[in-house]
């Protein structure tokens, strides 16, 4: 298994471009979520989604669209790009509450550098 | 929502020595903390967990301990060697239900090792 995989691994944007971040995952887990990262801080929940079809907001939705058409392809959408969305954003993956186990696999993480 | 402190923000501890890092959450309905370590530039892994029925848990050098009544928990590094140098990062969620896609993090510790 690849696990969770996210492209691009860097990314360099000027103001009010757009652009989608992809991630996916090959574990036919059924909850994921993107977090951004900042210097000094721990992970911020962007938006999550617990199943195809399902998404819903975290701490820091704005500027950020997803949708969740299949298990496997979780995408994050800037839809027009701004200094304060610089960050290193990191995708993530889990079983369902189902299966009672809450252990959540990261991606290696993007780079997004907003001009 | 949830809150998670985290505290010290960095450690400094000689090779040998135990470390501990503190977090405290906020939501009591919250019933799984995960602890991630970051090595720099990569993703967060998940170190050890432990959920709101249990009060300890060991892991070879690392424990986490849990006081439900207080809302904070601890992770516990004995025996601290070079390698265990990184970024720690605490986190609180909701299991087993469909909020299990929303995790808190704190802020993270920089803990340093020094030989």
């Known amino acids: 298994n690849a696990g969770v995989t996210q492209t691009p691994k860097f990314q360099v944007l000027k103001t009010g471009q757009s652009m989608t971040l992809q991630c996916a995952q090959d574990m036919n887990h059924e909850y994921m979520s993107w977090y951004r990262q900042d210097p000094g801080m721990g992970l911020r929940l962007i938006h999550y989604s617990v199943g195809a079809g399902i998404t819903d907001q975290g701490e820091v939705p704005n500027g950020y669209n997803v949708s969740r058409s299949t298990t496997e392809d979780f995408p994050l959408r800037l839809l027009s790009a701004a200094p304060s969305q610089t960050s290193v954003y990191f995708c993530?993956?889990?079983?369902?509450?189902?299966?009672?186990?809450?252990?959540?696999?990261f991606g290696p993480g993007t780079r997004l550098t907003v001009l | 929502g949830e809150n998670v402190e985290q505290h010290p923000s960095t450690l400094s501890v000689q090779e040998g020595d135990s470390a501990v890092i503190k977090c405290t959450y906020s939501d009591s309905a919250s019933n799984y903390f995960p602890w991630y370590k970051q090595e720099l530039g990569k993703r967060p892994q998940l170190i050890i967990d432990?959920?709101?029925?249990?009060g300890e848990k060991k892991d070879q050098r690392i424990a986490v301990t849990l006081n439900k009544t207080a809302k904070h928990f601890s992770l516990h590094i004995t025996e601290t060697q070079p390698e265990d140098s990184a970024v720690y990062f605490c986190?609180?969620?909701?299991?087993?239900?469909?909020?299990?896609?929303?995790?808190?993090f704190g802020d993270g510790t920089t803990l340093t090792v020094k030989p």
């Open positions: 993530a993956s889990r079983v369902s509450g189902r299966a009672r186990t809450d252990t959540q696999y």
């Open positions: 986190a609180a969620s909701r299991s087993y239900n469909t909020n299990a896609g929303k995790s808190t």
């Open positions: 432990i959920r709101s029925n249990v």
